[in-house]
T-cell receptor
Framework: NAGVMQNPRHLVRRRGQEARLRCSPMKGHSHVYWYRQLPEEGLKFMVY????????ESGMPKERFSAEFPKEGPSILRIQQVVRGDSAAYFC?????????????FGPGTRLTVL | QKEVEQDPGPLSVPEGAIVSLNCTYSNSAFQYFMWYRQYSRKGPELLMY????GNKEDGRFTAQVDKSSKYISLFIRDSQPSDSATYLC????????????FGKGTLLTVNP
């Protein structure tokens, strides 16, 4: 049973370019979460999605960042016009039902470097 | 005041030692408590999950929750070099019980 898949594992972008990060949840999971880990910081919640719906995007910057989880295909975290401060590790997690007792399983992360 | 405080270490112990890792929190709405282990350049891996005060044991790992003091601990017995990693405490609150709030993590090195 494959775990959470993320690609690419490493992404280098120049300032002003777009970054597109993909996450495929574990089989049987329909809830996806994105977290960001800045250097010397803990993991911070960004957004929670179910299929075709954004449930909570309170942790995501209002500008330049967007997320989707379409009916078919992976969840996408999109960062437009990247800046150096966007350099971080972005982790996706998935879970089965989104309840309090539900367990979130993390992917290996995408490490974004903005030059 | 941060919602979750965790001493970042680093913590270095000899093989076989008992390790104690701790977090404190300020939000009394937190009711689910987790410990994740993160190896360098990898994703977090769930170690322990508790939602009540008291102790929970799994092999060499014991998680302890004291809600009255807003304090959680992870104990590792007979530590091994393979336990060398960053340990992250995480919590979920009533009302937003899908959102994990993490401590900064404690870097542990177990020396052979």
């Amino acid at each position: 049973n494959a775990g959470v898949m993320q690609n690419p594992r490493h992404l280098v972008r120049r300032r002003g370019q777009e970054a597109r990060l993909r996450c495929s949840p574990m089989k049987g999971h329909s809830h996806v979460y994105w977290y960001r880990q800045l250097p010397e910081e803990g993991l911070k919640f960004m957004v929670y999605l179910q299929k075709e719906n954004i449930i909570d995007e309170s942790g995501m910057p209002k500008e330049r960042f967007s997320a989707e989880f379409p009916k078919e295909g992976p969840s996408i975290l999109r960062i437009q016009q990247v800046v150096r401060g966007d350099s971080a590790a972005y982790f996706c997690a998935s879970s089965r039902d989104g309840t309090g007792a539900d367990t979130q399983y993390f992917g290996p992360g995408t490490r974004l470097t903005v030059l | 005041q941060k919602e979750v405080e965790q001493d970042p270490g680093p913590l270095s112990v000899p093989e076989g030692a008992i390790v104690s890792l701790n977090c404190t929190y300020s939000n009394s709405a937190f009711q689910y408590f987790m410990w994740y282990r993160q190896y360098s350049r990898k994703g977090p891996e769930l170690l322990m999950y508790t939602y009540s005060s008291g102790n929970k044991e799994d092999g060499r790992f014991t998680a302890q929750v004291d809600k009255s003091s807003k304090y959680i601990s992870l104990f590792i017995r007979d530590s091994q070099p393979s336990d060398s990693a960053t340990y992250l405490c995480a919590m979920k609150a009533r009302g937003s019980n899908y959102k994990l709030t993490f401590g900064k993590g404690t870097l542990l090195t177990v020396n052979p």
